[in-house]
């Protein structure tokens, strides 16, 4: 049999290279996320008439690749101001916060990405400077220490998190409002194609568009990622039109079944249905037996496995459904 080459739905830099290249520029060609892109656009629109640089800060939360960081560049493209933007882990000392915090411009959106992951210590700098723009810094140590209080420029912070719960209560607390980002319909996700496939200056038969969209598991960086690989597969095929039979063929290729599920996906599903009987297994033994990290289980695999149907969860842990039996089965018969 031919080795099938691996993939996985863990997003990697290139990814973000191509999110980058696809990034809708404006409101107008963002699809999908209508409640949210609403809302916003009132929140923009009530600020502008206020003639106020900021708005109340917000919070995305939902899955990765499902926007968050897009929508934060819409919304400061919209304001018509800077962004900056900075990874939660990558903030390890409250004077890092600090730093960014005294270099912003009036008027900035600091974005902050898996804002659950910045270090809790951080969390006394930016309570003041949510609330009244102001720093708070300890200079010094012991008896000789001195507190410093400074102005900063009036910003608004927009973080982005995959674990909503992960974040501290005061903290959640201080955003005006907050954003859960759902996934996508297959219509929305076809759209999304569609429009990547002219912006790549691709050419494509509307089944391979349907094709690619029903194994996307109802995400657009997941869309946009396979996109790109049946486009370098019928870029070697020599072919200028994209049909359904050659995405096909690149999807299984990569080892991406008809429901979107990848190898690691099915792995997940055979060690609950083998070793734990159907399960119900906890997350931690259930990492262990699939040689996965908690966390990929749960930022990664779970969410789509859940949404399709094939687990479910359940206060002892998670089990395999009827239809993850079924479709692990028929797959053992092919
Ligand atoms: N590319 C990635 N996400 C998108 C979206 N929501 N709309 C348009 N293009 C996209």
Redesign the pocket.
């Given at each position: 049999m031919k080795k099938k080459k691996k993939v996985s739905p863990i997003f990697t830099e290139e990814d973000k290279t191509l999110?980058l290249a696809?990034?809708?520029q404006s409101f107008k060609?963002?699809?999908?996320?209508t409640n949210i892109k609403k809302n916003i656009r009132v929140i923009v629109e009530a600020a502008k008439r206020r003639k106020d640089p900021c708005i109340e800060h917000l919070l995305f939360y939902g899955n990765s690749g499902l926007?968050k960081t897009?929508l934060s560049y819409l919304v400061a493209k919209e304001m018509k101001v800077g962004i900056r933007t900075i990874a939660g882990p990558s903030i390890k000392k409250s004077g890092d916060l600090a730093a960014i915090l005294t270099n912003l411009r009036e008027g900035d959106v600091l974005f902050i990405d898996e804002i659950h992951r910045m270090n809790r210590t951080c969390e006394e700098i930016i309570y003041p400077a949510m609330e009244e723009f102001r720093l708070n810094l300890i200079i010094g140590k012991g008896p000789m220490a001195r507190t410093m209080n400074l102005k900063i420029p009036r910003f608004t912070l927009i973080g982005a998190t995959t674990r909503l719960a992960l974040l501290s209560s005061p903290l959640r607390s201080r955003f005006g409002a907050t954003f859960r980002l759902d996934s996508?319909t297959t219509k929305e996700i076809e759209q999304?194609i569609k429009?990547?496939a002219s912006l790549l200056g691709l050419r494509m038969e509307q089944d391979s568009i349907t094709t690619i969209a029903s194994r996307s598991r109802f995400n657009?960086?997941v869309a946009?990622r396979l996109l790109k690989r049946v486009r370098d597969f019928s870029e070697v095929k020599g072919s200028n039109v994209i049909k359904k039979k050659e995405a096909e063929e690149a999807l299984s290729f990569l080892d991406i079944d008809e429901a979107g599920l990848e190898s690691g996906d099915r792995k997940i599903l055979q060690v609950l249905l083998s070793r734990f009987n159907g399960g119900p297994a906890g997350l931690q033994s259930l990492a262990i037996a699939s040689s996965e990290e908690e966390e990929t289980i749960i930022e990664i695999y779970e969410p789509y496995l859940l949404q399709s149907g094939f687990i479910q969860r359940t206060p002892r842990g998670r089990v395999a459904t009827e239809k993850a039996r079924k479709y692990i089965d028929k797959r053992r018969k092919i």
């Open positions: 999110d696809l990034r809708p060609d963002y699809i999908g996320q926007g897009t996508y999304i429009r990547s657009p960086r946009n």
